[in-house]
């Protein structure tokens, strides 16, 4: 079960590099324009249907303010530099490690779920753009009159589909083409290193987290990667999730059993990035 190949570590480490492959005017479409901060015509901006209503985002927008990690990495992805963004660990600390070197220049607002009102106020932003699958739809008609502001549930598509709604709230649609030619690429170097050593092989992809056992299904990232790759998952790992991952106790260990394991965790220096934030 615990066998090792250096060919699949190239799976491992694509599936890390698909993260960095993926992280105005009126407001509204409808007649309110009560913004007492900016209001225009619908002219030099897109119309946008999101989780909340329809919204009018800038056609190129210069100021983006992200509120959610993986807002910031699909939006750095598409060459787009935010200037501001929240962080899940902290209120005040650095972005997560992964994404340091690229967002390094971009102004921390605090927690995602909640971020510093005053200070993104004072930033000026042309769009701001997050995950709405907590407080921020509480706080959506304050975020509206700051900027036109987009928000989107990660749990209402694939990150594939994300990262491609995050192209066309930015108007980067032909640098996600882009991005996605590359990821095919990789995907068809690595199909090909692998040939056919693996077909009838089980490959079980499991996560220690803050003492519980997890695994990433098939609508996750490193799910989806796995079956682009045409890798055969553990029935048990083999399904869908809501939140992509699904979490068993050590009594149901047998959901963990593959021909082959990866095994991820926290790294020292992980660990120490969330105790010191």
Same mark, same amino acid.
């Given at each position: ?104 220049? =971009?102004?921390?607002? #605090? ?5 510093? *009102?005053?200070? @993104? &106020? /004072?930033?000026?932003?042309?769009? =701001?753009?997050?995950? #709405? ?5 509480? *706080?959506?008609? @304050? &975020? /509206? ?13 694939t990150w594939k589909e994300n990262f ?114």
């Amino acid at each position: 079960m615990f066998k090792a190949n250096h060919q699949l570590i190239a799976l491992f480490l694509l599936m890390s590099l698909a993260v960095f492959l993926f992280p105005a005017c009126n407001f509204r479409v409808s007649n309110n324009s009560s913004s007492p901060i900016r209001a225009s015509s619908t002219a030099n901006c897109r119309v946008i249907q999101h989780v909340m209503e329809e919204t009018c985002v800038p056609t190129s927008p210069q100021r983006v303010v992200t509120l959610a990690p993986d807002a910031l990495g699909n939006t750095l992805a598409l060459n787009v530099k935010p200037i501001a963004s929240t962080n899940d660990f902290s209120k005040e600390g650095a972005f997560l490690p992964y994404l340091n070197s690229k967002a390094k220049g =971009i102004e921390t607002l #605090g927690s995602a779920d909640r971020p510093n *009102i005053e200070r @993104l &106020l /004072s930033l000026q932003p042309d769009l =701001i753009f997050g995950w #709405g699958g907590n407080s921020l739809e509480a *706080i959506y008609p @304050l &975020l /509206s009159k700051i900027a036109p502001t987009v928000l989107y549930r990660w749990q209402d598509g694939t990150w594939k589909e994300n990262f491609n709604f995050t192209a066309k709230v930015l108007g980067k649609q032909e640098t996600a083409q882009a991005a996605w030619h590359h990821y095919q690429e990789r995907i068809q170097e690595l199909k090909t290193a692998l040939g056919n050593c693996y077909k009838d092989k089980k490959i079980s992809f499991i996560y220690f987290s803050f003492g519980r056992i997890g695994t990433y299904v098939k609508n996750s990232l490193p799910g989806s990667i796995f079956s682009d790759v045409d890798l055969q998952r553990p029935e048990s790992q083999d399904i869908i999730s809501p939140s992509g991952n699904i979490s068993f106790s050590e009594e149901e260990l047998e959901k963990a059993d593959g021909d082959i394991l990866f095994v991820a965790s926290f790294t020292d220096s992980d660990i120490q990035f969330l105790k010191k934030n």
